[in-house]
């Protein structure tokens, strides 16, 4: 296995991070802890996960996925080996708009107040029976935007949000409370990654370490300004969904719809399915067959290879999965791998943003 820091931090992570999305949804607590012993027999140390998880998001499962990890990690005696990640819901709307009134006890929408910030770090370090947290991350921003899946940029403008200042004090005071070591962001755009990173430059607050945006061969707008602002300024890339929520796997292809898969279950694929992405992504199986790999083994090894990737974090739903998305991760890249996933992006562009 191989590892990289956290962003300037000292704290090593593998270039592997387990998520745990499904884990209380398409994964009982059982199956949980099987995958989480396999992934660090492997010499995985890095776990992500969030307060609004599993996903789909709903009042009666929400915290299990940190519960599950929560009475695996009581079982060990290895805590200080292991990397846990986890993160606080951006800003949702109120009930009366759809969003979500059951999400704190008090009813209110939640932000990235003090107080959201306050009780959402106690309720994980709870749920995850643990003394503090490896890297808190903010899981998308608390300003009005756009966020998932889409093409092109709309200004809802910037003075319904919480102040970057009283965001990252929050989190900093955590910090110097022990119960946080490293913050990172998430789904987060250029300008706001800069301006936390100024904020902690100019008042000596914690920086944060990580950014953690969706990076696959279907969708690399990282690429076109994160990228740079990530090497500059070493903050490392953790790339989700690099098997575009499976699409690069190959299960989907000519309408498939298998039995227990994400897509069956919820729907909610929209960012994988517009435009050209049905035949960017068969492109994607058909270069992968050519080089003799499966398509999950060629999309997680091109992610792997990007010099700003810190970790790239693979999920599953059963065992064959997991083994299949570590053993990616043994296969030398090469230059004509790296050409053809050039090729690629050149001829269709990111069409799943």
């Keep these: 296995m191989k590892f990289s820091n956290l962003g300037r931090t000292d704290t090593k992570v593998s270039r ?16 949980a802890h099987a995958q989480l012993d396999f992934a660090v027999s492997r010499g995985v140390n890095f776990i992500d996960t969030a307060e609004l998880y599993p996903i789909p998001p709903k009042p009666d499962t929400r915290g299990l996925t940190e519960k599950y990890i929560g009475t695996w990690l009581k079982n060990r005696n290895d805590r200080d080996k292991l990397v846990i990640a986890t993160k606080i819901v951006g800003r ?11 999400f704190r006890p008090d009813g209110n929408p939640p932000r990235h107040t003090k107080a ?7 309720r994980s370090l709870k749920a995850l029976q643990t003394d503090y947290i490896d890297l808190y991350q903010l899981h998308w921003p608390d300003r009005p935007r756009e966020v998932f899946g889409f093409h092109s940029f709309r200004d809802f403008g910037v003075d319904d949000m919480v102040p970057f200042e009283d965001t990252l004090e ?22 706001g990654t800069m301006r936390y990173l100024a904020l902690s430059e100019k008042h000596g607050w914690p ?11 279907v969708s690399r707008r990282f690429d076109y300004d994160l990228a740079e602002i990530s090497m500059r300024e070493n903050i490392g890339l953790l790339a989700y969904s690099p098997l575009a929520q499976g699409f690069l796997s190959g299960k989907y292809r000519d ?8 897509k069956t279950l919820f729907g909610r694929m929209e960012r994988y399915e517009g435009g050209a992405a049905a035949k960017a992504i068969a492109e994607c199986e058909d270069i992968a067959a050519k080089f003799g790999l499966s398509s999950a083994q060629f999309a997680l090894k091109f992610v792997d290879s990007r010099a700003f990737t810190t970790a790239t ?3 599953a739903t059963n065992m064959e999965q997991l083994v299949e998305n570590i053993d990616a991760f043994d296969i030398e890249w090469s230059d004509d791998m790296n050409k053809a996933a050039h090729k690629l992006h050149v001829k269709h562009r990111s069409p799943c943003p």
């Design 92 to 102: 949702m709307a109120s009930s009366d708009k759809g969003g979500a009134n059951w």
């Design 313 to 315: 974090i693979i999920g």
């Design 170 to 191: 929050a989190l900093a005071r955590h910090v110097e409370a022990g119960n946080i070591r490293h913050l990172g962001l998430s789904n987060e755009s250029a300008w």
């Design 207 to 217: 920086r944060m370490a990580t950014i953690q945006n969706a990076y696959s061969l």
């Design 116 to 122: 959201d910030i306050d009780f959402a770090v106690e």
């Design 255 to 262: 309408g498939a719809e298998p039995a227990g898969a994400r």
């Design 16 to 31: 592997i991070c387990l998520g745990t999305m499904t884990f209380g949804q398409q994964n009982t607590e059982s199956e």
